[in-house]
């Protein structure tokens, strides 16, 4: 039985204060979730070995990772909890920070493109590209339709063939070769099925028409024309505190984003904190996690050299506004989406069965746990905050029960000295007081 939700804002103080049970609680309210939804956050329900066996070949067992619901999310004016999957402490903390950070400058404005994806279809063997482009051009309205005949269900949703981009590349090392794109709106699906099948198809008539021979036909996961964009602006102020003035604090962000957009080198760790977040959202929504980070690594070296997805800077107020665009092909309709569990309860949380819904939250994720990262880095460091998390994890590899994990992390941080051999001291210790 499902629960009527209850979604208020999601600036739920002290959430993380909350035992594991509560916070269960308070998301399953929250979220309208039924007994078994809570069931399969759990453990007790959820993907099953059976199930499993459907999905990938040689299965021998289910591997679990933690799920955590990150907090203050303020997006188009709706209040948001979002369901992250990943092993990495820190990363749910932080992007619940800097997303109450932007609620203080009125949340996150998100939009994004219509769902077209690109498949590629590769021509070889043909003397003359120009030509056969020309050719598969004219004969653009039959592709188009041929296209439109592989799911009529998509076509009566709105989605199909959209267009024709051809890229003829007179000299390779494979000889001439002609890669024609089929743009095709694949609605609330990720798309590969759809766009893989539809090029399959295509590939005889372009083969007629171009008298050459086709070699690859799949999906491009440079996904650029289906892109998300998020934006946020933090006042200066609630980037301040009592040692460090918000305008220092602003300015010494700016400096960091800087520092991405010129230095693939820091652009790649830069990235790679934004799709700490992504990725999180993907695994918990049955996302192919892959495909994101191909697309958003290719896009952020589009000009030639590698750069950041993000762009951070001081307005006219002295304020931060900042600013993300990337490809994000994400569903809500088949694949893991609709098989695992875990990740129908996931869409559940958010409140949505829209593709391009999720794909905004995930961008404005992306762009919070951005913020997170460089606010740290560009202050305090961010080893203080991954510490406490760390030295948990470290009391518990050395054994410590749950009512013993806090006090042997908190030892361990006020020595300064967070290793197993010391989580092993302080247990035996607290023990020995006991
Ligand atoms: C760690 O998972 C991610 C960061 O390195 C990102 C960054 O440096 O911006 C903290």
New binding site residues.
Partial sequence: MSEQPQRGSSRLSGFYRQSLAERAATVAQWAGLSEQDQAVLLGSEGLTPAQAEHMIENVIGLYALPFGVATNFLINGRDYLVPMVVE?PS?VAGVSFAARLARDGGGFTTSADAPVMIGQIQVLGVDNVYAAAGRVWEARARLLEEANCCDRVLVELGGGARDLELRPFPDTPAGPMLIVHLLFDVRDAMGANAINTTCERLAPIIEELTGGRVNLRILSNLADRRKAYAACTVPAESLGSDTLPGAKVVRAIVEAAVFAQIDPYRAA??N??VM?GIDAVAIATGNDWRALEAGAHAWAARSGRYSALTEWRQDERGDLAGRIELPLAVGTVGGATRVHPAAQVALKILGTQSASELAQIMAAVGLAQ?LA??R??ATEG?QRGHMSLHAKQMALAAGAAEDEVAVVAARMIEDGRITTQHAAEVLAALRGAQ
């Fill in positions: 990495e990363i760790t830069h790679k904190g700490n951005n990262a460089i740290a880095l961010i």
